[in-house]
């Protein structure tokens, strides 16, 4: 009996099911976001486990471009993964059969966001790739991740 009633109990608190979702790429904002309009809304997609450049910051251009390249005008399937603090779908993004966020790190145009990537994660694997071939963000000689180039210009 307390099996059971803790059963329901858990599923009381779970929250809201996540969705998986399909819909047509219409903005990349930048390496690492875009929208996906789904039901005649669009819906903003962060790829989750990954951060690539910031506006302003060395490579951006070229990790916009990249998703871009792959993503734009395309039909996308989301994975979701919950939201992030600024109220953004986190989600695996699968754009003509390629997994967008692996991508992005096979090409250098992302870092693993180790914060929120398990240990054991392919995409551990995929940066390393990148790092040794130095491709994409990891020519330059001293890259600065997002997040610490974040903290900086925030100051």
């Known amino acids: 009996m307390f ?18 979702f399909t819909g047509r790429v219409v903005a990349v904002h930048d390496g690492d ?5 789904v039901d005649g809304k669009n819906l903003r997609v962060r790829l989750d486990g990954i951060d690539a450049p910031e506006p302003g910051q060395k490579f951006a251009k070229s990790a916009r471009s990249s ?10 399937k989301v994975v979701e993964r919950g939201k992030d603090d600024r109220g953004r779908i986190l989600g695996s993004v699968t754009c003509g059969g390629v997994d967008a ?5 096979r ?5 693993v966001y ?4 398990p240990f054991g994660s ?3 694997e995929f940066e390393s790739h990148a790092r040794l071939r130095e ?4 020519r330059d000689k001293d890259p600065v991740p997002p997040w610490e180039w974040r903290k900086t210009a925030k100051k």
């Open 3 to 20: 099996r059971k009633l803790f059963f329901l109990l858990a599923l009381c608190w779970a929250g809201p099911a996540l969705a998986d």
């Open 107 to 111: 090409r250098g145009m992302a870092w």
């Open 33 to 37: 976001s875009l929208s996906v309009r």
């Open 67 to 76: 998703l871009a390249k792959m993503c734009a005008g395309k039909d996308a």
């Open 122 to 124: 392919p995409l551990y």
């Open 101 to 105: 966020n692996g991508e992005q790190v």
């Open 135 to 138: 491709m994409g963000l990891w």
């Open 114 to 117: 180790s914060t929120y990537r």
